[in-house]
């Protein structure tokens, strides 16, 4: 397919395990962003890479979420020992080139519940 | 400060009427205003959007409008469809893109 693809697109975890979402931006993009969306709202910005490199990750909300795009394509967002309050949408944005104002093309997200 | 202010958060219209959101923002250093629209289950998908150096941008039935004196910004759709019933997020920003908080949009047949 031409777009972002996310996966898997629902995840179950028990409080405390670890979790992996793995998302393929559209081929040639140099721009990954990561965003949480709890239910209800609007989606919230965790981080941002540009080719490989982890330009902004001001918006994770603790030392346990990291992310990673070692060769630049294929992105890793990875939750240790989860919580509750993990539980929401995760989406991946790409944008095709690496200064802003360009459009951002979401994927339709990983839902991960932590029971 | 970051946010964005939208209102409103639910909009009913009759079918065929026009729909208009608006939204507010505080940071002056913004340049790029996109516009989402969501489907339930679905990620965010970009309908139309607009940069700080242009007024009004048209495409179609949508539309938005832009006042940077004033820090807002909105999004118009005309002759509405049942097919434009969705969540509606406007944004703002360069990379980092900051979101409203949504309007659910109903187009009553």
């Known amino acids: 397919g031409a777009g972002v693809s996310q996966s898997p697109r629902y995840k179950v975890a028990k409080r405390g395990q670890d979790v992996a979402l793995r998302c393929d931006p559209i081929?040639?993009?140099?721009?990954l962003f990561w965003y949480q969306q709890a239910l209800g709202q609007g989606p919230e910005f965790l981080t941002y890479?540009?080719?490989?490199?982890?330009?902004?990750k001001s918006g994770l909300p603790s030392d346990r979420f990291f992310a990673e795009r070692p060769e630049g394509s294929v992105s890793t967002l990875k939750i240790q020992r989860t919580q509750q309050e993990d539980s929401a949408v995760y989406l991946c944005a790409s944008s095709l080139g690496a200064g802003g104002n360009q459009p951002q093309h979401f994927g339709d997200g990983t839902r991960l519940s932590i029971l | 400060g970051e946010n964005v202010e939208q209102h409103p958060s639910t909009l009913s219209v009759q079918e065929g009427d026009s729909a208009v959101i608006k939204c507010t923002y505080s940071d002056s250093a913004s340049n790029y205003f996109p516009w989402y629209k969501q489907e339930l289950g679905k990620g965010p998908q970009l309908i139309i959007d607009i940069r700080s150096n242009v007024g009004e941008k048209k495409d179609q039935r949508i539309a938005v409008t832009l006042n940077k004196t004033a820090k807002h910004f909105s999004l118009h759709i005309t002759e509405t469809q049942p097919e434009d019933s969705a969540v509606y997020f406007c944004g703002r920003g360069a990379q980092k893109l900051v979101f409203g908080q949504g309007t659910r949009l109903t187009i009553n047949p």
């Open positions: 890479f540009q080719n490989e490199a982890q330009l902004d």
């Open positions: 081929s040639g993009h140099v721009s």
